[in-house]
């Protein structure tokens, strides 16, 4: 069984900065993606960033520039620098992960409000 437990959320103000952080536990072999997903109230569950195994990184066009996927070098670790952070970027942002099998992380709130 593989468990995902994400920390760094919290209330910040328009234009402000977080740093999201996902790490992997239990039976892994490999993970092929690891990446972030949001969702809103009352909307659906998006993509946020997704970055591979060999490095490669997909990113919402609504956050390109500025969030930031990066891994750690066991990909057991998956980080989110979100800059420059607006009202709409409020949601539960929640830590992904495939390996054969999706796995999700609990999920972290982000508030953006003044």
């Known amino acids: 069984q593989v468990q995902l437990v994400e920390s760094g959320g919290g209330l910040v103000q328009p234009g402000g900065s977080l740093r999201l952080s996902c790490a992997a536990s239990?039976?892994?072999?490999?993970?092929?993606?690891m990446g972030w997903y949001r969702q809103a109230p009352g909307k659906q569950r998006e993509l946020v960033a997704v970055?591979?195994?060999?490095?490669?990184?997909t990113y919402a066009d609504s956050v390109k520039g500025r969030f930031t996927i990066s891994r750690d070098k066991a990909y057991k670790k998956v980080y989110l620098q979100m800059n420059n952070l607006k009202p709409e970027d409020t949601a539960v942002y929640y830590c992904?992960?495939?390996?054969?099998?999706?796995?999700w992380g609990q999920g972290t709130q982000v508030t953006v409000s003044s």
């Open positions: 992904y992960a495939r390996e054969g099998a999706n796995y």
């Open positions: 239990g039976r892994i072999v490999s993970f092929t993606t």
């Open positions: 970055i591979t195994g060999g490095g490669t990184t």
